[in-house]
């Protein structure tokens, strides 16, 4: 076999239909190409039609094929539309990632109720019902994979932001327990949890002092960009390179977690 075949048969998706919930962003635009690439149809999902529509234009000129779907990732009936749409443009689904998400960053005893509840609910009720709405489907027609996105926050937490370091630890322990609980019946669930890769949702929080620090602890000395995301996302979500991974989660950090000092 050559070594194309090899790795074609490994981390090829072709006839495979994958939604990216939060496409529109930085990050999961990146997954979208990059699971485009690798052969799937790709459903790019979010609230931004206008960006949503550009990352679907541009997976389009790479020669792959994909359309965009509006969803609110928080609200039940929005996630349970789009797993409509997509059997709708393709008959199946066989990879969610869940990559939406938000951040804050307010002094402690300032944080409002509201920017709490925002940042808990867009970081982990969108991944509970994107699990249990397309998790469901899956399990009931042949099985599938699901990614959700979690941080190096999750591990230990970041200095000043606080709902977010919270909602991405409860990520990674939700991943598992649903992982458990999908595995038998033909879903995996792991986690995808980046380092820093400079995007929308963290901004404003990325001040010189934050970036001094961050780089203090990161032994590669940079950031991350999107897509060096795709390899990991590819591994997890292949229905032949990720077979016997669930319950995971894999770093990409530039090796921030791996070290304190
Ligand atoms: N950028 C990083 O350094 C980094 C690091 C670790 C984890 N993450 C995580 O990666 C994911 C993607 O973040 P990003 O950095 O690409 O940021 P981003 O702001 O570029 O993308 C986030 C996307 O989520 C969408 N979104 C937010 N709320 C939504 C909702 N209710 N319904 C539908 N879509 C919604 C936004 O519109 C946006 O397109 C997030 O979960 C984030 O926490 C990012």
């Known amino acids: 076999m050559m070594a194309g075949d090899y790795l074609h048969n490994l981390f090829g998706l072709a006839g495979r239909t994958a939604v990216v919930v939060g496409g529109t962003g930085v990050l999961g635009g990146a997954l979208a190409e990059g699971l485009a690439r690798a052969g799937a149809f790709v459903v790019v999902a979010g609230r931004g039609a206008d960006r949503g529509s550009g990352r679907v234009a541009a997976i389009k000129a790479g020669g792959s094929d994909a359309t965009f779907v509006t969803v609110d990732a928080v609200a039940r009936d929005s996630v349970r539309a789009l797993l409509d749409a997509t059997l709708r443009a393709t008959g199946r689904v066989d990879i969610l990632v869940n990559c939406a998400g938000v951040n804050s960053s307010l002094p402690y005893f300032e944080i409002p ?4 509840d925002r940042v808990i609910d867009t970081n982990l009720k969108s991944t509970h019902l994107g699990c249990q709405i397309f998790g469901a489907h899956m399990a009931d027609h042949g099985g599938g994979a699901i990614l959700n996105i979690g941080s190096v926050s999750a591990d ?6 606080f709902a977010y370091s919270a909602s991405k630890a409860a990520v990674v322990n939700y991943t598992r327990n649903v ?3 999908l595995a038998p019946r033909g879903v995996r669930v792991n986690a995808l949890c980046p380092g820093f890769f400079p995007a929308e949702q963290n901004r404003k929080i990325l001040s010189p002092e934050r970036v001094a620090a961050i780089m203090g602890q990161t032994p590669m000395n940079r950031f991350g960009e999107p897509a060096e995301l795709v390899g990991a996302a590819l591994l997890l979500c292949a229905p032949t390179a990720g077979s016997f991974i669930a319950g995971a989660e894999l770093y990409v950090d530039g ?6 000092l």
């Not at 109720?113 to 709490?116: S, T, Y």
């Not at 090796?255 to 304190?260: C, D, Q, V």
């Open 113 to 116: 109720d509201d920017d709490f």
């Open 156 to 161: 230990k937490p970041l200095s000043k932001v």
């Open 179 to 181: 992982a458990r609980e």
């Open 255 to 260: 090796g921030f977690t791996a070290m304190r």
